[in-house]
């Protein structure tokens, strides 16, 4: 049996579901990060947060304050880049023991199916781990460079060259914060295509929760209320 043959044994609400949880993870990073001027969102509002951070960081001496939370940001990335590759080696190994998956798995759906659509679903809860890892990956590069550039920034608040380099930092501050964010929305939402074990549907359904949780903590959070306070 070939390729082909194997992807029809899926349904097409399988091939719906795939798409809605996919589609929805898509749309849901990009109106968080280019929400409406009129309600935005927590991200958005922490990257301001993140250069005001910077503007002081100028003015304060000595900066080691700075240079901790920096730290704090590369160990939070390093760590969750860890747990990812731990996750991904768990899944992988679950694939090459799909048989006894299968067999738990026909005891929840009571449904019989060939090894090969268990092995595809998780597939797709690898490739959202795999995505958040490469995002923390490269989140915790980007405050490696930030925190060069903050090093780099001159202990004269005068020198024309402080602000400069202190809205560069601020600038890749906010770059890190967005990947590792996005490596967030990823864990998410690999959570949510476990549900596809359960079937199509609950994968839907999983989407749909995920993106929920998501939207709420973004856009009706108790967090961004206080962030919006004068």
Same mark, same amino acid.
């Given at each position: 049996m070939n390729w082909i043959d194997r992807l029809s044994l899926f349904d097409p609400l399988d091939y719906a579901a795939v798409a809605t949880i996919l589609i929805l993870w898509l749309l849901l990073g990009w109106r968080i990060e280019n929400p409406s001027a009129s309600r935005p969102s927590v991200s958005v509002l922490m990257a301001d947060y %993140?250069?005001? &951070?910077? %503007?002081?960081?100028?003015?304060? =001496?000595?900066?080691? $304050? =700075?240079?901790?939370?920096?730290?704090? /940001? %590369?160990?939070?990335?390093? $760590? /969750?880049?860890?747990?990812?590759?731990?996750?991904? !080696? !768990?899944? #992988?190994? /679950?694939?090459? *023991?799909?048989?006894? #998956?299968?067999?738990?798995?026909? =005891? /929840?759906?009571?449904?019989r199916q060939p090894v090969f659509i268990w092995e595809i679903k998780l597939l797709l809860v690898v $490739? $959202?781990?795999? *995505?958040? @890892?490469?995002? @923390?990956? &490269?989140? *915790? %590069?980007l405050f490696g460079y930030c925190s060069v550039l903050m090093a780099a920034v001159p202990n004269d608040p005068t020198d024309p060259e402080a602000p400069k380099l202190a809205r560069k930092a601020a600038e890749i501050n906010v770059f890190a914060a967005r990947s590792f964010n996005r490596g967030l929305r990823s864990v998410y939402f690999s959570l949510a295509s476990v549900a596809w074990l359960g079937g199509a549907l609950p994968l839907i359904g999983g989407a749909i929760v995920t993106l929920l949780v998501i939207w709420r903590r973004e856009f009706a959070s108790h967090s961004r209320g206080i962030l919006l306070e004068k």
């Open positions: %993140r250069r005001k &951070w910077m %503007r002081e960081m100028v003015q304060r =001496d000595p900066r080691i $304050f =700075d240079a901790q939370t920096m730290g704090t /940001l %590369r160990q939070g990335s390093s $760590f /969750l880049a860890s747990t990812c590759v731990i996750a991904i !080696g !768990g899944t #992988l190994a /679950l694939i090459g *023991n799909a048989e006894r #998956l299968a067999s738990v798995a026909q =005891d /929840l759906t009571m449904a $490739f $959202f781990l795999a *995505n958040a @890892f490469l995002k @923390f990956i &490269w989140s *915790n %590069r």
